[in-house]
């Protein structure tokens, strides 16, 4: 059974926007934080956005203004709706998870904006 699957991604001209899903199985119990990480072509992953399970949210400096993170506990789901798209927001977005125990992956979704 897949952890996380996410959902949303695509092609996207520039200024255009996109809402990511991600749904976590039931199967994982006492969820902490989720968010985002991207991973661009040739570089490393970073983080996107945090949604921590106190309410506090995080954003990478580059997103700031732009992206929204959102969670629904109840649902244990994960949303990140990204506005104002830019080429560098180009690449495979991946959902995470944390327990006490471990981190859990989405499989990514690929987000392109062509400019």
């Known amino acids: 059974q897949v952890p996380l699957v996410e959902s949303g991604g695509g092609l996207v001209q520039t200024g255009g926007f996109l809402r990511l899903s991600c749904a976590a199985s039931?199967?994982?119990?006492?969820?902490?934080?989720m968010g985002w990480y991207r991973q661009a072509p040739g570089k490393e992953r970073e983080l996107v956005a945090t949604?921590?399970?106190?309410?506090?949210?995080n954003y990478a400096d580059s997103v700031k203004g732009r992206f929204t993170i959102s969670r629904d506990n109840a649902e244990n789901a994960v949303y990140l709706q990204m506005n104002s798209l830019k080429p560098e927001d180009t690449g495979v977005y991946y959902c995470?998870?944390?327990?006490?125990?471990?981190?859990?992956w989405g499989q990514g979704t690929q987000v392109t904006v062509s400019s």
């Open positions: 949604f921590t399970n106190d309410g506090r949210t």
């Open positions: 039931r199967s994982i119990f006492r969820i902490n934080a």
């Open positions: 995470y998870a944390d327990t006490y125990l471990r981190r859990y």
